[in-house]
């Protein structure tokens, strides 16, 4: 018998398979967003039914949250590629004959996440991850040239240095577990696992939070573990970048907050909680100063999304169902605005033909509409209302205001000098006299727009029935 | 029962002497098969412990860990090494002297972490496996950092992956997807070595990873 939640794993990696077949790469664009579509589908339809716990997946409101989003920033992600890869072949940037295998690992992409966020066995939530990093190792690597290698090399080595950290962890948390739950798949099943987290001995979880923080860590792209972020971001084609930002990164935020549950179970463990506040704000505030000399336009919004992981890392550090709350309505409003930038960044791009910052002018008078998706998508970055961002960052600092007065002047002074250097950038980029050479694009607007909707709809009227449902999984993470 | 846990741990041993042996050794060639005799303890410990623990599962383990990282992998690295003309010495960014000053202190750190863990009496030998284990991925960590060719590196991500298989053995009754996993990560793991290797030779012209550096986005 299948599930419903077997679909949002099966769909995507069937659509692979049939994508390997497939050679027009004109046909394989619209299978993919078919495949992406159907896979949506089967996430919303997850979300208005009910939550399992059965053997191999778990359901609840936690992870549906993240599944919710993973699907439809793959959705739109889906259809921003059609048409950047479209351009991409007809300038001659990459040989046809390389989609094939594009539109097939960008399905196996998404199934990998998809199994990360709904297994309920920490080691196939591992392999997922793993899976999924490796294939955008590939992606990355996919121009071929010089710089691209060099990204995807530093990615890879990096990566796979943190996943091989994190596993060890896990292999200390089954070790863990083993005592109170006995040998085999029950000692690594998340349900279980959080239930028995008072009978484990608290000094193999202190060391096993340490390692899977430092390895999943890596992946999430906190300070000084980010290394590999930036390149990763700037060389790859532009749907990879946004997938990168608006999703692999919070998998692997899923993957630390389950753990944070765990830990948090035992009563004489390690707090997680002032642990992650360090790192995020140390990320926060490290990013926004590194924006400031940024030359490189994807590079430029790489470091913005280590800055906004750090907020929502710091956010879940705090801890509380308010804190919780934002930081996953942050994190929410992130992955659309940031992903909805890649699309702006991807366009401005090609129809640019350079990604660096100094040679992009004039965006208002060569190609009006681009540049009014992009200042506002950057606006909603920025924290600006009447967008969802704003709402989210402003919730995260009142109610750090409330219980720590002092520590709240960190995020909001990281939030203000990054504040400057995009406002900073964004004139450059949309004012003065258009130099250089000057493409038509046939930009598709959909994604962008979709996005962008969504976030300022948030920002406005957030629906009682999101905030119950977010506010339920904000309790679960305690 | 305390035979078994000696042989096992005589064999994490002698896969950590093999991990130090990996920081000194001059030329790729020898690197090479130092990591195969790694593999192949490690697939040796693997057996022992599916035998002593009654986990005939594990079997498969030891046998892949034998024929892919013990066998084929080498082969192929060797013929690598030979087509690209690279069989001269390793580049290294630091002495001998200081590697195995560092590794040794990387071991120590291991093992205090670990022993301080497994106080209660199951968990002893246990953790005593686990310290070994992660002494060898800290050290295959280590020569990742300390040396500049593609290669070496290749072998130093392997050796990580062998103690973490080390390590996973040693916790007792881990289920076998995880094994299987492994070996399959370590698969895809070459295939995308391999891909970056030709690459990096195609576009430099050398598989120095220095070579690199002068390709950094911001810099141009």
Known sequence: MIHTYQFVVLVPYVAALILVAIPSYRVGAIVNVVASGLTFAAGLWLVGGERTVGHYAIVDEFNIVFIAINTLVGFTTSIFSASYIGHEIETGRLPPSFLRFYHAMFQAMMGSMNVSLIANNIGVMWVGLEIATLITVVMVGLYRTPQSIEAAWKYFILASVGISLAFFGTILIYLAGQPALGEGVPAMTWSLLEGAASKMDPAILDLAFIFLLIGYGTKVGLAPLHAWLPDAHAEGPTPISAVLSGLLLNVALYALLRFKMVIAGHPAALNPGPVMITMGLVSLVFAAFMLYQRRDIKRLFAYSSIEHMGLIVFAFGMGGPLANFAGLLHMAMHSLTKSGIFFAVGHIAQAKGTQRIAEITGLSESHPRLAIAFALAVLAICGMPPFGVFASEFLILTTTFAREPWLALVPAFGLLVAFGALLMRLQGVIFGEPAGQSHPVKASFVPIVMHLLLVLTAGIYLPAVLVAWFRRAAELLG | ?220
Do not use: C
């Open chain 2, 1 to 220: 029962m305390n035979e078994v846990y000696d042989i096992s741990h005589l064999l994490a041993g002698v896969m950590l002497v093999t991990s130090f042996a990996l920081l000194y050794q001059g030329r790729i060639a020898s690197v090479v098969n130092t990591f195969a005799a790694q593999s192949i303890t490690l697939s040796l410990a693997v057996a022992w412990a599916a035998w002593s623990q009654d986990r005939p599962d594990l079997f498969i383990t030891a046998t892949i860990a034998f024929t892919l990282k013990g066998v084929i992998i080498p082969i192929a690295l060797h013929r690598t090494v030979a087509r690209l003309g690279i069989h001269h010495e390793v580049e290294k960014v630091v002495g001998v002297g200081i590697a195995l000053m560092v590794g040794l202190a990387l071991t120590a750190l291991a093992q205090a972490l670990l022993l301080k863990v497994a106080h209660s009496p199951e968990n002893y030998y246990a953790g005593e496996q686990l310290a070994l284990a992660l002494a060898i991925i800290l050290l295959g960590f280590l020569m990742m950092i300390l040396r500049r060719n593609a290669v070496t590196q290749v072998v130093g991500f392997m050796s990580m992956e062998n103690g973490l298989i080390l390590a996973a053995t040693g916790a007792r009754g881990m289920p076998l997807v995880v094994e299987v996993s492994v070996a399959f990560s370590v698969l895809i793991a070459l295939f995308v070595f391999a891909v970056f290797v030709f690459r990096i030779r195609e576009r430099f012209d050398t598989i120095d990873v220095g070579a690199l550096d002068r390709m950094r986005g911001d810099r141009r």
